[in-house]
């Protein structure tokens, strides 16, 4: 079964970073995409960055380029969210994504719990 | 950027209705649509990929079409653990775009 663990959250500051961290288990990570989705609380899901097998391919929303760097560690099975530059709206759960490649494409079948970041001073 | 529009917003139906939620790319994305379930306080959950390919487990109850940009996902008999949101999710290429999301309720 796929596990995927996040961790990292908690309350900051505007400006301040924080380094969110997913452990994925029961499956080959590094032959899997992987992505991070947040939540603001009460709103829909927004997609913020995805980064293929070997780390070649790096997307980034617009709202967080230039902040968020998304890296993984297949060694580890691993991967990672550093967030810089927080603001107020980049408040909300973070769930860390296994993607599903469909012809090409890859659409999101398996989502870990969520870690909550709260960015407030 | 595409962007996706779902429609309603949100609706109550009765147990046993027929519920039809809408999804309209603003450009051609193929096929490359997803559906997600998030039930209140629960985590989001894949229902449907490649617009009507329904992931394994899921109900019968539910089904994904297409015609040319827009795309439905029908219940075609609410049930009570049916109550969630439901988003839309286009994913042909960055940026993965989701709808805003509908969510359904029990009248």
């Known amino acids: 079964e796929v596990y995927l663990v996040e961790s990292g959250g908690g309350l900051v500051r505007p400006g301040e970073s924080l380094r969110l961290s997913c452990a994925a288990s029961?499956?080959?990570?590094?032959?899997?995409?992987m992505s991070w989705v947040r939540q603001a609380p009460g709103k829909g899901l927004q997609w913020v960055a995805s980064?293929?097998?070997?780390?070649?391919?790096?997307y980034y929303a617009d709202s967080v380029k230039g902040r968020f760097t998304v890296s993984r560690y297949n060694a580890k099975s691993s991967l990672y969210l550093q967030m810089d530059g927080l603001r107020p709206d980049d408040t909300a759960t973070y769930y860390c994504?296994?993607?599903?490649?469909?012809?090409?494409?890859?659409?999101?079948?398996?989502w870990g719990q969520g870690t909550l970041v709260t960015v407030s001073s | 950027d595409i962007q996706m529009t779902q429609s309603p917003s949100s609706l109550s139906a009765s147990v046993g209705d027929r519920v039809t939620i809408t999804c309209r790319a603003s450009?051609?994305?193929?096929?490359?649509l997803a559906w997600y379930q998030q039930k209140p306080g629960r985590v989001p959950k894949l229902l449907i990929y490649?617009?009507?390919t329904l992931q394994s487990g899921v109900p019968s109850r539910f089904s994904g079409s297409e015609s040319g940009t827009d795309f439905t996902l029908t219940i075609s008999s609410l049930q009570p653990e049916d109550v969630a949101t439901y988003y839309c999710q286009k994913y042909n290429s960055a940026p993965w775009t989701f709808g805003q999301g509908t969510k359904v309720e029990i009248k």
């Open positions: 994504v296994r993607a599903e490649d469909n012809y090409g494409a890859e659409y999101f079948q398996h």
């Open positions: 490649g617009a009507s």
């Open positions: 980064i293929s097998t070997s780390s070649s391919y790096i």
């Open positions: 450009q051609d994305i193929s096929n490359y």
């Open positions: 029961g499956f080959k990570f590094s032959g899997y995409s």
